[in-house]
């Protein structure tokens, strides 16, 4: 949808809003934030990955990108009904901008148990704070910004909800998920038998949370999956998540070409949330990406780029282009990860201010990337975030044939 | 000579014994006479900074019970739409942008500032400290409170409850080696109907923090009943629909 569009149609239905809603029976809410972002990169100009994203463009290894990102959120609801809205735009500029329609959902709400929910809508599944193995009907995760809000599912989806006065299961809830064949017919028709159904079954089993997934897919294969989140004690949580997708197709490149090999692909997580004396935080995160690249595969893949860069013409260019979109464009390239995250807030009592550490390390190929991110909140609806990331390890690795090496991030957002 | 030392000794614990009754009722009905069992209230928090800058926050409370709080963030609009869920010593926080729930530590901070989930998300005092009488004065009680387990915030408290109407007037909380960590003081008694009479401010300060001063200012508080379902998990997205 155009951007300009989008906004002509939405803020003047936001100024309307506001002023047709007498004060004490508001049930229309509206509110939003301006994310105004400012990147310095120092790009890796021997990268088979910058080679490619800027062939033959003479460039200066320093880029930077200016963008504005507006959020606008709508939500109505009475006792059983329900409307949400939440829209995404990013402007570089005139020639260049885009809308994202996160969520646009209507829910009705028969009883305190049950609920019906159908649109557009985002669904967070899994225990995993940077990584979501049983998140089958999630959005892509960024590891390096997993609480970035993301794009949802066209879907329909019930949910019922019931609690006991037991010590052993005090609640449990069961999730119908239906996702419509995509229109790939004129942009407008699916085909009604490539019907998706997702099932997740919630329990709260002796103070811990279980979830048993399914994804039921017509083209993608069938996926199983559980997790579970508890705590240790008050001050550590303990969290897995285990997924099982059968017959499922895994991407290498050998022999210059890319390739297919079809198997059952287990992939799992297993963190801690861990809470000290002084309120630091630590998340820690391992990660087996059972999709992923060994540690043998990846020059092979590395390889199938600097071919293609070696052809040198359009058409080749644009075929690794488009095959390394499609088949490998995970933040997590390979095999086994480790996420750490520790943050501090108000340290030195100096408070709204909150500095956090966070790195990425591919326990593969020993390369990472490193984070220190720090937030300041000065004042309500006011937010700065200062945000420089470091990408180590030589050449063959997947953080060192990153793009850039270095990156420095600054945001300021304003919520309104 | 044995003898009249058992009968002492048994004096004395049966003396103990009632204290500790005593003390006991007393805090359970410090907290009858703050909230209602189940209730809704709409709660401000305002953190006041020395150099006279504010922040706000607004909640909508819902409460079942003895063990079960779940809190939702009306404003700031940066925080609208979070919320946090208590079972006992389980606690998850809501993060909307993403549908999701995140199980966290009971210690865990869910605002800056001088307040913690202690004094937002406080089930009942009964519940978690017990309570013994050190003090007494023509209009006040003073009672020592110590932490039942380690999942609350402060491992001791010393409260100030009136003679007559059993009102909390003033709270200490101390850390585990005695340190002053705040000072909670409760005024303006309003009536919230239904028969509820009781402070509508609590003012904290903290040595902590010097010049920084938080409010906590009930506008309203109703009781209400709900279904055990508003206490899951599934549920904390649809908070707002009790509004």
Redesign the interface.
């Known amino acids: 949808m155009n951007l300009t569009f989008a906004w002509l149609v939405l803020v003047p239905a936001f100024a309307m809003s506001q002023e047709a809603q007498p004060e004490g029976e508001k049930k229309l809410e509206w ?3 301006l994310d105004v972002k400012y990147s310095l990169f120092h790009m890796s100009q021997s990268s088979p990955n910058y080679r490619l994203q800027f062939y033959n463009k003479d460039v200066s290894p320093y880029l930077t990108q200016y963008r504005l990102e507006p959020y606008l959120n709508a ?1 109505y ?4 009904l ?1 409307f949400q809205l ?1 829209t995404h735009a990013t402007y570089y500029g005139d020639r260049e901008s885009s809308f994202d329609l996160f969520e646009a959902f209507g829910s009705y ?1 028969p009883s ?2 049950l ?1 019906i929910q159908a649109g557009k ?4 599944w899994g ?1 995993g ?1 940077a990584f979501n193995p049983a998140g089958f009907v999630n959005p892509a995760k960024d590891p390096e910004n997993p ?4 794009a949802g599912l066209l879907s329909a989806n019930a ?1 019922y ?3 006991f ?1 037991s010590d052993a299961l ?2 449990f ?1 069961a ?1 119908l998920v239906v996702i419509p064949g995509n229109p790939t017919i004129n942009n407008r028709f699916g085909e009604s038998k490539y019907t998706d159904v997702a099932v997740k079954l ?1 329990f ?1 089993l002796w ?1 811990t ?1 279980i979830d048993l997934m399914t994804y039921q897919g017509s083209l993608t294969p069938k996926e199983y999956g559980l997790d579970f ?3 240790l004690q ?4 303990v ?1 897995a998540e285990l997924s099982v997708a059968q017959k499922a197709h895994r991407f290498v490149i050998a022999n210059g070409m890319l390739q297919s090999e079809q198997s059952d692909v287990v992939s799992y997580l297993l963190g801690i ?1 861990y ?1 000290n004396e002084w ?1 630091t ?1 630590v998340i820690a995160e391992y990660y087996r990406n059972g999709f992923g690249l060994s540690k043998e595969e990846y020059p092979a893949y590395r390889d199938f780029l600097l071919n293609g860069l070696a052809v040198g013409t359009p058409a080749a260019i644009q075929q690794i282009l488009t095959t390394n979109q499609t088949y490998f464009k995970s933040s997590t390239l390979m095999q086994d990860y480790l996420y750490v995250k520790i943050s501090q ?2 340290p030195f ?1 100096w ?2 201010f ?1 500095p956090s550490l966070f790195s990425i390390y591919n326990l593969n190929d020993k390369s990472f990337l490193l984070s220190v991110s720090l937030n300041y ?1 000065p ?3 006011v ?1 700065f975030i200062f945000w420089p990331s470091l990408l180590v390890g030589g050449g063959a690795t997947e953080f060192g044939d990153r793009q850039a090496q270095q990156k420095v991030e600054l945001w300021m ?1 304003i ?2 | 000579m044995n003898s009249i030392l058992k009968i002492g000794i048994l004096v004395v614990a049966a003396t103990a014994g009632l204290v500790a009754q005593d003390a006991t009722a007393l805090l359970k009905d410090v907290d009858d006479n703050l909230m209602p069992g189940s209730y809704e209230a709409y709660r401000r928090i305002i ?1 006041e ?1 020395p150099n006279g ?4 926050y607004l909640f909508f409370t819902v409460k079942k019970g003895r063990d079960k709080i779940a809190l939702l963030y009306l404003a ?3 925080e ?2 979070r919320a946090t869920l208590r ?4 606690m998850w926080l809501y ?1 909307p ?4 729930s ?8 869910i605002i ?2 001088v307040f913690n989930n202690a004094d937002i998300m406080q089930l009942e005092y009964s519940v978690e400290y017990s309570a013994t009488i050190t003090g007494e004065t023509e209009k006040e009680i003073l009672l020592d409170l110590k932490a039942k ?3 609350v915030a402060y491992d001791k408290l010393k409260m100030w409850v009136t003679r007559e109407r059993k009102v909390v007037r003033k709270v200490e909380a101390y850390s585990a080696s005695g340190m002053l960590i705040k000072t909670l003081d409760f005024r303006d008694d309003k009536d919230f109907g239904g028969g509820l009479v009781r402070p509508s401010i609590i003012e904290t300060t903290s040595p ?2 010097k010049g ?1 001063r938080s409010l906590i200012v009930y506008q309203s508080i109703k009781r209400r009943t ?10 904390l997205g ?1 908070l ?4």
């Open positions: 509110n939003g934030n939500e609801k009475t006792q059983d329900g939440r709400n305190f148990h609920a809508r985002v669904y967070s225990k704070y609480e970035l809000a993301q949910e909800i019931k609690s006065s005090q609640s809830s999730l919630s709260l103070d949370d989140s508890r705590n008050d001050n550590l949580e969290h949330r809470l309120n935080t807030p108000e009592d408070l709204y909150t909140k004042a309500t609806n937010e957002r919520f309104f | 953190n900074e800058s504010k922040k706000e700031p609009s940066s609208k739409g079972l006992g010593e389980n993060i942008n993403l549908n999701k995140i199980r966290v530590t009971s210690l865990q901070s800056g500032g387990n380690k999942t902590l923090y920084y709900f279904p055990d379902e508003v206490f899951t998990l599934n549920y649809r707002g629909d009790l509004r």
